[in-house]
């Protein structure tokens, strides 16, 4: 489903901000006028535009463990403790190209069959060799640079903070959402606040103060006052970006979403899957199709799954049919499977992309421990009901180049700001022409790719 | 160079800046006894107070179970009782020991962070609390060969707790697990930008092979018997640390483009490694950088930093307290963009509370599960980068979700609020202690209407000195204040006043 339906409401939405900013400071515009002063007073989306769910496997997933060469000599000489091979039941991907012109045969690891049931059902892409040049080993810069789009530099705003900034000026503050303790940066904006917010429970999100009785203005109606969300004029409000600055609007974006969120939350409360799996990763995938169900109005949303720097114990014992890794990819394949189950019945499948990313693939040597150290470039994910899917799209690594060299890793061959413009530019309807604000550092090959 | 501070800019505005960043801040009494110390004795005195090393660890105990009823806890409460006991001894030693011991505790808990979990069965337990006494240990710097930087790295280095956090015990000779070795260069010493290459990542690797540690023995009657082969020899602690001989790889390294450690010996070992990177001003800038983010300001200059680093390296012997001495007494610490300027981290948001508030530590488990909620479990960081900065760039730290819940804690306090903290057991353990004393607070004769600008600056005076309200805000205060304690007994007026101005913006900084 291609759509330009969030193009033309962005659009709508920015009006007012745009007004607005003739006369104020970026961040006033947003903080009083478009996200309290519009969200009450103009229609919502209802909910209807296309929706982007990005879940990060953090730790450097192993993805030569995940979508597996297992006929490939090289693999199984540099992985005699861990690989998986024919006969622990792998689930058949196909014929992939690599890059030295010829194919390797695919396979997905067996603890992930509802992944596999989406692909044999054409609806999950994966792209091989996905990465960046000069790959950075430390987990932290290079989520920082994945963060960022901006691989090799210290930039400190996101790509969906620039999306917004380009696309969705005076948007409210529930455009992206993430499940999380604190925000990722690819949220930041490159000026002003970026429209999202990061809590990791909807249920305690929210003004919690007790109300005395037998007033007549609520306290929480006081407080919004008094942080200066229902009037505009001030004697002394800070206009300058430091940190008291940063906190305010923080609080306006917090108090203003708290109570969209609670009113989506208890709308898609009814479950209509039953079996969703009780990991982190599962509640956090739960609470995004309660959100979703329950109408809300946002693009974006942000997961985590957490334990992929599988340094040790990756195969437990000599049985790769246990230990860290499969248990990590089997609670990933419950949790989106429950996800799309749910938002299936519920009619919202169509409606949404899923996007794997982790910070960086593993290399291809085991290492001392069963496990394997950080490696570059990785395989990914795409789902959903527009998804080109059963195909593949880049090209798979040449193991032999890696595994000859001790501290060296997998070669890239599809950026990964190649993806996330297919899915901007592609599903979520972006124009070609902004893509210039949103990735001002540009891969040499920037063409979308056709899995959307 | 810094600038030195003159005897004429103390001001309570200044001892209240520095007991807030070198501490936690503290009651209205305690401030004023630190502001007429300075005043009558010197700012250096001031200052001096501060860092001298002074702790009394006689006031925080290891837990009972720890040392009386077993050493390995198992005969003693629930893992997760025992998790509750290590996070309250934890804030404990924040809250009531000497003030700088504890913000730079906090800091190295940040710095060097270890996972709990990462050490298998029992032993994680005792291995958690060996950690943090290093650590506070370093942090008190009292001890002889504690305090300095480069030691506490070689600490660090054979601790149980980092040998498990980083795989150091799963590294051997020709087939080394890197994870430690790109970490030391990382995140302990160099920094990302620290001009270290992928081969020296490799070297230091290979330098901290074959480190070890024992097995723990249960001494639960039934319980598993492990061969003694694999347990501590007498004299040793159990479970404690060894190296391996056959498993250390003793080749000549080449670290940092060096062959030679400054002494001029082969490098081989992971204290050569050490020695090379302490002899480099990379090490120091970071870690003077990190410092000076830490207790003065995010965005320092760099010129400003290797200055001091060149000193903290040359003259001070990376020893933290006379570095941070210097800082305590230069302008540039009270400048006016620093006072005021900073986001609290949960923990200072906390024992700032607790201090302002004249309110003892909480119970174990309510102290735990209030930390969890604000996003800052010390013995789970959520990675091994330690937390994000209170002001990094970019400001990423601050969820909507902590921030709304710290606007809100208050009120647990003041209001006897239920509906704050998700874990009632926790709720009936804060309730049960004595509360709040609103005429302590707020005494009766300040809370006439006409009295309300004298209320108002005596609340935001103990509660958030270092950044004033706008006058707006003072307004919609009288107003609501006007209107309610005509209605509702004083008590009540009191603490609707008291929620709102505790959930301001200008309380998260300091």
Redesign the interface.
């Known amino acids: 489903m291609k759509s330009n339906i969030s193009r033309r409401d962005f659009v709508k939405k920015s009006s007012w901000g745009a007004a607005a900013s003739l006369t104020l400071p970026a961040f006033l515009q947003n903080t009083f006028f478009s996200l309290d002063a519009r969200a009450s007073t103009l229609p919502s989306l209802g909910g209807n535009g296309p929706i982007t769910i990005i879940i990060e496997m ?1 730790g450097g997933n192993d993805s030569l463990n995940t979508v597996i060469p297992f006929q490939n000599e090289i693999y199984l000489g540099a992985r005699p403790n861990i690989s998986l091979r024919e006969e622990h039941g792998l689930l058949d991907l196909g014929q992939a190209s690599n890059i030295l012109g010829t194919t390797d045969t695919l396979a997905l690891h067996p603890n992930m069959t509802n992944l596999h049931q989406l692909w044999q059902e054409g609806q999950m892409a994966i792209v091989n060799g996905v990465g960046y040049p000069n790959p950075n ?5 290079s989520f920082d640079y994945l963060h960022t789009a901006m691989p090799n530099t210290n930039a ?3 790509w969906v903070g620039r999306y917004f900034d380009s696309q969705c000026s005076g948007c409210d503050a529930t455009q992206a959402i ?1 499940l ?6 690819a ?2 904006s490159s000026g002003g606040v970026s429209p999202s ?5 909807p249920d ?7 109300e ?1 009785t ?4 609520p ?1 929480e109606q ?2 919004r ?3 200066g969300l229902d ?1 505009i004029v ?4 800070d206009l300058k970006n ?3 600055s ?3 609007r ?2 306006h ?3 203003i ?2 109570r969209t969120v609670h009113e989506a939350n208890e709308n898609g409360a009814e479950l209509l899957v039953e079996d969703w799996p009780d990991t982190s990763l599962g509640r956090d995938l739960q609470r995004i199709a309660r959100l979703i169900k329950g109408g809300m109005d946002t693009s974006i949303y942000y997961a985590h799954q ?1 334990g992929y720097d599988t ?2 114990n990756q195969t437990s014992g000599d049985n790769p049919l246990s230990g860290k890794h499969f248990n990590l990819l089997g609670n990933f394949d419950q949790s989106v499977g429950a996800l799309i189950q749910e938002l299936k019945l519920a009619g919202v499948w169509d409606r949404v992309v899923i996007m794997t990313i982790s910070e960086f693939g593993r290399k291809v040597i085991e ?3 069963s ?1 394997t ?2 490696g570059a470039a990785e395989s990914i994910f795409v789902m959903g009901g527009g998804v080109q899917g059963g195909q593949f799209y880049g090209d798979f690594p040449d193991l032999a180049e890696d595994a000859r060299v ?3 890793s997998l070669d890239f061959n599809v950026d990964f700001r190649t993806v996330y413009r297919s899915i901007l530019q592609n599903w979520m309807g972006v124009p070609p022409e902004s893509m210039a604000d949103i990735f001002p550092l540009q891969p040499s090959n920037f063409s979308p790719l056709s899995f959307i | 160079m810094l600038t030195p501070v003159t005897q004429s800019q103390w001001t309570r505005r200044t001892a209240d800046h520095l007991l807030q960043r070198a501490g936690f801040g503290g009651s209205p009494s305690t401030r004023e006894t630190f502001y007429q110390l300075g005043l009558q004795q010197g700012i250096e005195a001031a200052v001096d107070s501060l860092v001298e090393p002074s702790e009394n660890w006689d006031q925080h105990p290891w837990p009972e179970w720890s040392t009386e009823i077993d050493p390995n806890g198992e005969l003693g409460p629930s893992t997760g009782e025992r998790r509750y006991d290590i996070v309250r001894w934890y804030m404990n030693m924040l809250r009531n020991g000497q003030p700088l011991a504890g913000k730079i505790l906090k800091f190295l808990v940040d710095h060097f962070a270890v996972n709990h979990d990462a050490s298998r069965g029992e032993a994680r337990f005792m291995n958690t609390l060996r950690f943090f006494d290093m650590l506070r240990k370093h942090a008190a710097g009292k001890e002889e060969g504690y305090g300095s930087f480069d030691t506490l790295l070689n600490h660090v280095s054979w601790s149980e707790s980092m040998i498990w956090t980083l ?1 150091m015990y ?3 000779a ?6 430690f070795g ?1 970490e030391l260069l ?1 995140l302990f010493t160099l920094g ?1 930008n620290g001009g270290y290459t ?2 020296d ?2 070297a230091a690797a290979e330098a901290f092979t074959g480190r070890k540690t024992y097995r723990h023995q249960s001494p639960v009657p039934d319980s598993y018997q492990w061969d003694p082969k694999y347990l501590a020899p007498e004299g040793m602690p159990r479970g404690a640390a060894y190296q391996n001989e056959n498993q250390q790889d003793l080749l000549p390294k080449v670290m940092l483009g060096q062959s030679k450690t400054p002494g001029g010996s082969r490098i081989t070992t992971g204290d050569d490694i050490l020695a090379v990177i302490f002899a480099d001003i990379e090490c120091a800038k970071h870690l003077t950088w990190k410092l000076w983010r830490y207790f003065v300001s ?1 965005n320092p200059d760099a010129v400003l930093i290797e200055d001091l680093a060149t000193r903290f390296r040359d003259e001070h012997k990376y020893e933290i307290r006379p570095l941070l001495r210097e800082i305590f007494l230069s302008q540039e610490f009270y400048d006016a ?1 620093v006072i ?4 609290k981290d949960a923990a200072d948001s906390v024992i700032t509370f607790f201090n302002a508030l004249e309110f003892d530590l909480t119970p174990p488990r309510a102290t735990y599960n209030l930390l969890e ?1 604000l ?1 800052y479990n010390p013995i789970y960081p ?4 330690g937390w ?1 900065e209170p ?1 990094s ?13 710290r ?2 804690l208050p ?1 647990v306090w003041i ?1 006897q ?1 239920r ?2 903290l ?1 874990d009632s057991r926790s709720r009936d353990e804060i309730f049960a202690m004595p509360p709040v004393d609103f005429e302590k607070l707020a005494p009766p004769e300040l809370r006439d209407l006409d009295n309300f600008p004298m209320l108002i600056a005596k609340l935001t005076d103990r509660f958030m000195p270092l ?1 004033p309200l ?4 003072v307004r ?2 009288y107003d ?1 204040y006007k ?2 304690s005509q ?2 007994d004083d008590d ?1 007026a009191l603490k ?1 006043l008291l ?2 101005v505790l ?4 309380n ?2 300091q």
């Open positions: 953090g080993l430390s987990h932290f810069t400190i705003d996101g993430e999380a303790r604190t925000q990722t940066r949220f930041a917010v990061t809590f990791s429970d305690s999100y929210g003004w919690k103060a007790l005395t037998g007033r007549d203005v306290l006081l407080y006052e008094l942080v009037h001030d004697d002394g409000i430091d940190a008291l940063y906190v305010q923080s609080t974006n917090a108090m979403s708290a957490n340094h040790n290492n001392g421990s496990g150290d950080h001790k501290r060296d | 795989d799963e590294s051997k020709n087939n080394i697990n890197e994870n790109r990382e990302v992928e081969d990542v490799g995010s963009s005021g300027g900073q986001i909620q996003n959520p990675n091994i980068s994000a002001e760039e970019g400001n990423e730290w601050m969820s909507s979700g902590a921030l709304l819940f606007i809100n009120s209001q609020n509906n704050v998700n950044v706008r006058k707006s805000q919609i205060l609501q209107k309610s209605r509702i009540e609707e929620v709102l959930a301001l913006p200008q998260q900084m």
